[in-house]
């Protein structure tokens, strides 16, 4: 590793305040889940019928719920069959080594690095998770999608009487929602961890961003606020991004083009050393 890499590791390590990572779909890339704005993306893609952001909204599901839960269904059966890389493990290794002064911040909805091993309690979901539904913005009733709604979902499997069963909130039949943050919705702290990840963005050593194009407001704000403090940001990233550019202009930034597998075990590796 280049010499001024291993001393910003250094500098961050030294500091007295949290290593906070940020990640986003490039890193699940690897894992053969679709990014959002590549060339294969959801965004770019989107569902036989809807334009792909239109169908993750509020207003959309107010419309046609059974649509949009087929469209999630089948991304969850996607993420589903998908297992977890050496990024998502190299992470769970720096939570190991590091402790309460780890935290994740992950805009991916896929559950992976919980299933590498992340913990909950230091990992924050900002956008949600795919395995999860409740009932409008009600936290308590956040659970576990059913297993016996399967995982087989194609993007063309019809929504059946079964499925309505089992995505009902108590109350009568209702059907509950999917819990992913939506264009028409804002971040809040009880289910989003707005203001939890404000803070840590104050208080971080070192701000690691992995595989995000920078186009959601919360990480966004995050990046920029750790930019400001001058604290050591490090980004690897497959394109230049609003993040790189972060990096490149605090003076105490670096930033690593390429995949998150090439680069983030060996930084996690000489952290490991030092830690
Ligand atoms: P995007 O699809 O916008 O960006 C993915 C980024 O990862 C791009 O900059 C790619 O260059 C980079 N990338 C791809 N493969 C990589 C790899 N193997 N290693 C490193 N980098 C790689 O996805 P996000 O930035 O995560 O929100 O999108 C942010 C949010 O926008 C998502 O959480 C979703 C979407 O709207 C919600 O659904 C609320």
Request: proline share 6%; net charge negative.
């Amino acid at each position: 590793m280049d010499a001024s890499l291993i001393d910003l590791l250094d500098r961050g390590l030294a500091g007295a305040g949290p290593v906070v990572v940020l990640t986003g779909a490039g890193i699940s890339a690897e894992s053969g889940i679709p990014t959002f704005r590549g060339e294969d993306g959801y965004w770019t893609v989107g569902s036989a019928h809807y334009h792909p952001e239109d169908m993750a909204t509020n207003a959309a599901f107010g419309r046609m719920p059974e649509e949009v839960w087929r469209w999630y269904l089948y991304r969850r059966s996607v993420c589903r069959a998908a297992e977890p890389n050496p990024a998502h493990r190299a992470l769970v290794a720096l939570e190991e080594a590091l402790g309460d002064r780890f935290l994740l911040i992950t805009q991916n909805v896929d559950g992976l690095h919980l299933r590498a091993g992340s913990s909950a309690a230091r990992t924050y979901q900002i956008h949600g998770n795919i395995d999860f539904l409740r009932c409008g913005d009600e936290p308590s009733s956040l659970r576990p999608i059913p297993l016996a709604i399967g995982d087989a979902w194609t993007k063309d499997a019809p929504f059946t009487e079964e499925a309505r069963a089992l995505l009902s909130c108590c109350d009568g039949g209702r059907l509950a929602r999917p819990h992913v943050l939506w264009f028409d919705e804002y971040y809040d702290e009880a289910l989003f961890h707005w203001q939890s990840s404000l803070r840590a963005a104050g208080e971080a050593s070192l701000l690691i961003v992995i595989g995000t194009s920078g186009s959601t407001n919360l990480p966004m704000q995050v990046g920029s606020i750790v930019a400001r403090r001058g604290a050591p940001m490090i980004v690897i990233n497959q394109d230049p991004s609003p993040f790189s550019r972060f990096a490149e202009e605090s003076g105490a930034g670096w930033f690593a083009r390429g995949r998150a597998g090439d680069h983030l075990p060996a930084m996690v590796e000489h952290l490991l050393e030092r830690a």
